[in-house]
């Protein structure tokens, strides 16, 4: 599960209680990305039909859609813990 942008981040860590969390950032956030990504492309799929929405998906359909979400999961991951770090300091200024 790790890639580049992931092993610089736990190589500038000051402890292993931050790699820890940097390993979960990491982890939910390609979870979440992945889970906008695969809700997007199931949305573009809606067709409708005589005035209901139905589902058309082949399997080929399918297999562009995680080809396609895996490709752009892996553009992002250089950008998710720091998102997700971010977001966790502001969260602590929040609350604090």
Known sequence: MENISLTNELARAKDNAERVLLRH????????????LLQEAKRRKLITEDGCDSIKRTEDQLGDDLSTISRLSGGMATVIVPVVRNLAATAAKLVS
Not at 25 to 33: C, E, P, T
């Open 25 to 36: 950032y990491y982890k939910y956030g390609s979870v979440l990305v992945g889970l906008g």
